[in-house]
Structures are given as structure tokens and as C-alpha cells.
């Protein structure tokens, strides 16, 4: 009688372990998807505030006068392909999260070559509202930058708890996935060429 009250009690244990073990890896796999799924939208949320920017100082440089339409067009294109190039966070896949850096990488360019243009313009330049407007965009730069090294760290250390040991046994049998990482613009590998003329 001893031994099978002995038996039932290891066996009690054991299955609350492996309970344990499940339940413990399955909720730590949950926290980091919601992590992830947090930091995407702080992603999101900074790359909005720029398409918001760019409206502004769209209707600003409108206002002056025989500006190049030209280059305003392929800002207000690029950030119309820009909006139309949604991710769901729970579909981030690397060809997605392609598509929508490819999107906002041409957005950004438009947007430099608008401003540059707009450097040729000495009464627009003068104008406190496109000053303010160049400074908060150069600002959201500076914090999409810094969301999209957030994100990547945070997507680094779910993707790493995925795939170790037993984890990795347990994350496909409950459908958890790698999320890809943002990566360095086209280009960005090269320094810029300053010539002086």
C-alpha cells in the first residue's frame, strides 16, 4: 500500500513538471510574440508621424511659387504607396517586412529629393513653417531609427528563445514563427561622396 501511494506521488510530480515545463515555455513564447508585436507598433506609430509630416510639408511647398512639380508628384506617389503597404504584426514575414522597408525606403528618398530641391528656394526656406516642418521630420528620422534598432532587438531575442533547445520543439508544435529584422537601406554600406567644386 506504501508503495503505490509512493508511486502515484512520483507520478503526481513528474506530470506536474512537464506541466510546468509546457505551460512555462508556452506563456514565455507568448510574452515575446507580444513584445514583438508591441515594438512593431512602435514602428508603425513612427513611420505614420512622418507620412503625417509629409502632408504638411507637401501643402507648404505648394505654396511657393514655380516649385518643380515634378518632384512633389513622386513624394505624394511614394507616400501614397507608402500608406497602401500595410503590415499585420502577425504576419511578418521577410518578403513583407521587404515590401513595406522597400515602400517607405523610396518614400524617404522622394522626401530628400523634395528637400533639396527646396533648398533652391530661398523665400520657402525663410518661412518658419517649413523650417519647423524640415526639423520634426528630421527628428522622426532620427526616432524611426531608433524603433527599427527597438524592434530588431527585441525580434532578435524571440527569434533566440525559439529556436533553443526544448523550445524549439514546442514553438512548432504551437505555430510560433521567426520574425524577420529590418535591414540597412540599399546604399548604406558605401560612404557618401563629397566633392567640392
Same mark, same amino acid.
Not at 514655380?66 to 500595410?86: H, P, S
Not at 522597400?102 to 528618398?109: E, H, P
Not at 524571440?158 to 504551437?174: D, V
Given at each position: 500500500m506504501k508503495r503505490s501511494w509512493i508511486i502515484i506521488i512520483v507520478i503526481v510530480v513528474v506530470l506536474f513538471i512537464i506541466y510546468r515545463l509546457f505551460a512555462g515555455t508556452y506563456n514565455s513564447m507568448v510574452m515575446r510574440q507580444e513584445n514583438v508585436n508591441k515594438a512593431w507598433s512602435g514602428v508603425l506609430t513612427v513611420y505614420q508621424r512622418r507620412l503625417d509630416l509629409i502632408d504638411n510639408l507637401v501643402a507648404t511647398v505648394k505654396g511657393a511659387? %514655380?516649385?518643380?512639380?515634378? $518632384? &512633389?508628384?513622386?513624394?505624394?506617389?511614394?507616400?501614397?504607396?507608402? $500608406?497602401? $503597404? /500595410?503590415?499585420?504584426? %502577425?504576419? &511578418?514575414?521577410?518578403?513583407?517586412l521587404a515590401k513595406f522597408q522597400?515602400?517607405? +525606403?523610396?518614400?524617404?528618398?522622394a522626401m530628400s529629393r523634395l528637400l533639396v530641391v527646396a533648398e533652391q528656394y530661398p523665400q520657402l526656406r525663410a518661412t518658419q513653417n517649413f523650417s519647423d516642418l524640415q526639423a520634426q521630420i528630421? +527628428?522622426?528620422? %532620427? /526616432?524611426i531609427a531608433v524603433e527599427r534598432q527597438r524592434f530588431n532587438d527585441i525580434a532578435q531575442d @524571440? %527569434?533566440? @528563445?525559439?529556436?533553443?533547445?526544448?523550445?524549439?520543439? &514546442?514553438?512548432?508544435? @504551437? +505555430?510560433f514563427q521567426q520574425k524577420p529584422y529590418f535591414e540597412a537601406e540599399k546604399g548604406a554600406e558605401h560612404a557618401p561622396k563629397v566633392k567640392f567644386d
Open positions: 511659387a %514655380n516649385f518643380e512639380q515634378q $518632384t &512633389l508628384t513622386k513624394v505624394i506617389e511614394a507616400r501614397a504607396n507608402a $500608406t497602401q $503597404t /500595410r503590415i499585420d504584426a %502577425n504576419n &511578418l514575414t521577410p518578403e513583407a522597400a515602400a517607405q +525606403g523610396q518614400l524617404g528618398s528630421e +527628428g522622426s528620422e %532620427n /526616432r @524571440y %527569434n533566440t @528563445y525559439i529556436r533553443t533547445f526544448p523550445q524549439n520543439m &514546442l514553438a512548432g508544435m @504551437y +505555430g
